[in-house]
């Protein structure tokens, strides 16, 4: 389990949408703690947030210091982001309790060059993340499914994934997480085009002349 840490600092004023856009504008992104008491308004520091953005999801435990009000055991939940101006609005984190089981999302990685690749396939990950429950202590950053033997027209489904005992996937066993499918072949030109390329009938090169 990977655990990192954030500083937060508590929001007791200066709510509402005007409030959220000063704190921004200010390099603060307004957040909220969800989980085991009633909600906490807290801000974080965008540029630290923003840096370490890339590796903070479901499966991340981080020690979130609130500046005055102690630490939290949380992971992110949810965030709102504006991708044009790759701008974070709002963050959801939950809070975890030691040992009390959480339900989370736990990226699926794939490995290895499957064989029906190698034949002329194209290789299609339908299933990105599963849904898991155990401690907050098992909690694993991501699953790998290696893909190598994988063949043409076949597919590997979530009940391929090995995880720990301590770790129950609720996703439907099922549900296909990868799959190999012959690429497809180029669509004929439209009748159209065809009609464009074709040589000119005896009348349509005979222009008359100038006299």
């Known amino acids: 389990m990977e655990e990192k840490r954030l500083s937060a600092e508590l929001r007791t ?25 009633a909600p906490l308004h807290v801000t974080v520091s965008e540029r630290e947030f923003m840096y370490n953005k890339h590796s903070y999801g479901e499966s991340t435990l981080i020690v979130l210091d609130v500046k005055g009000e102690g630490e939290h ?18 963050i959801d984190f939950f809070e975890i309790t030691r040992g009390q089981a959480v339900r989370t999302h736990v990226k699926v990685e794939l490995v290895g060059t499957p064989v029906g690749v190698k034949a002329g396939g194209a290789l299609d990950q339908v299933v ?45 066993s099922d549900l296909a997480v990868a799959t190999v499918k012959p690429v497809k072949e180029e669509a004929p030109k439209a009748a159209d085009e065809s009609a464009e390329a074709a040589p000119q009938t005896t009348d349509q090169a005979a222009a008359p002349q100038a006299k």
């Open 128 to 172: 990105h993340e599963v849904e898991i429950e155990c401690l907050p202590k098992d909690l694993p950053e991501k699953f790998t499914l290696d893909v190598t033997k994988l063949d043409m027209n076949e597919s590997l489904r979530v009940s391929d994934i090995v995880v720990p005992e301590s770790v129950k996937i609720l996703t439907e």
């Open 13 to 37: 004023s200066d709510f509402g949408t005007r409030g959220s856009r000063r704190l921004l504008r200010s390099g603060r992104i307004p957040a909220v703690v969800y989980g085991k008491n």
């Open 73 to 90: 055991e949380v992971f992110v939940k949810t965030y709102q982001e504006d991708l044009l101006r790759g701008v974070v609005h709002h």
